[in-house]
């Protein structure tokens, strides 16, 4: 099989071509089924609908191609890696200190993304104020990437889409992708999800990350659907969507254990994380010494 758009050869299953970055699918179905209707200039029409769902669209096998470059995804879903193999000249850009390792003729590059006001937002976000830029120079190389914690990373094939992502849970991406820092809302500050979320636009390959494994939630259209804003990860950017408490009245809420949550509206999908990092910092925080412990949690007799 060929690329429609640069006659490049492609690998079985492909939804990219590697040379050009033409979205395969789209190409091949847009040719089979020809121009949908016609004017009476000999054009044809576009009967997109602006707020159906796309869906989210990641490879079974979690391996597929991008603009210049292929991918995999290995050790799912506890400890996940991103390979990622960039052609000669070829770049990907990723959260700062997402680097696990790389070839050796591979250039990082670290900037501030949109400027001050930019790295602003992103570290009011609880991002990196830089983004790093991986290049493979004077031929191809190879570059793995891995999020902070344990968990699974999943391999989204953007097909000019837009979908909203939880700042924390971005890892990297495509270089044509243009990536936003937009607010979230006061409650979801409260929330314990950071004041900001990221609008992640365009074509071409976005990796996200989770704590624990990623469950992928597909919502019908008029289907409203409750999730803990701890416990998202990314969904499609046409979905509506509303901060609330989780029960009615504020003792419930507190009696419940649960914050404020998320109130999704479809149609759309939605990908959520089977953990929660503030609860599992919670539940962890009684193993840790305190202030008044003077630095130690032990208590040694040297007498």
């Not at 344990?150 to 924390?168: K, L």
């Not at 939630?217 to 999730?227: C, I, N, P, R, S």
């Amino acid at each position: 099989m060929n690329c429609p758009n640069c006659n490049a050869n492609l690998i079985d299953g492909a939804q990219f071509c590697g040379a050009c970055g033409t979205p395969i699918k789209a190409a091949t179905n847009a040719q089979a089924s020809g121009p949908s209707s016609s004017n009476p200039n000999g054009g044809s029409q576009s009967h997109s609908v602006p707020n159906q769902s796309q869906g989210i669209h990641i490879d079974a096998d979690s391996r597929g191609q991008g603009r210049g470059y292929s991918y995999e995804v290995l050790h799912q879903p506890s400890y996940a890696l991103a390979v990622l193999h960039l052609g000669a000249e070829q770049s990907i850009q990723a959260e700062a200190g997402a680097m696990v390792s790389m070839s050796a003729n591979i250039e990082l590059q670290s900037q501030m993304k949109g400027g001050l006001v930019g790295a602003f937002k992103r570290a009011v976000g609880g991002e990196s104020a830089f983004v790093s830029t991986f290049t493979a120079r004077g031929g191809a190389g190879e570059v793995t990437l891995a999020p902070g914690g344990p968990g699974d990373v999943a391999a989204i094939e953007m097909n000019n889409q837009t979908f909203f992502v939880q700042s924390s849970s971005y890892l990297a991406g495509d270089t044509s992708l243009v990536v936003n820092t937009k607010w979230g809302g006061a409650k979801s500050f409260f929330g314990g999800e950071g004041l900001f979320v990221l609008q992640v636009q365009g074509t071409g390959l976005l990796l996200v990350s989770s704590f624990g494994a990623i469950h992928r939630k597909t919502l019908q259209a008029g289907e409203h659907y409750v999730v803990d804003t701890g416990h998202l990860v990314a969904w499609e950017g046409q979905m509506q969507y509303q901060l609330r408490k989780a029960a009615s009245g504020f003792f419930r809420t507190m009696v419940s254990g649960e914050g404020i949550v998320s109130e999704f509206m479809g149609p759309g999908e939605i990908l959520i994380q089977t953990r929660n990092l503030a609860a599992f910092a919670g539940l962890m925080k009684p193993f840790f010494p305190s202030q008044g412990s003077g630095g130690s949690g032990f208590n040694v007799d040297l007498g």
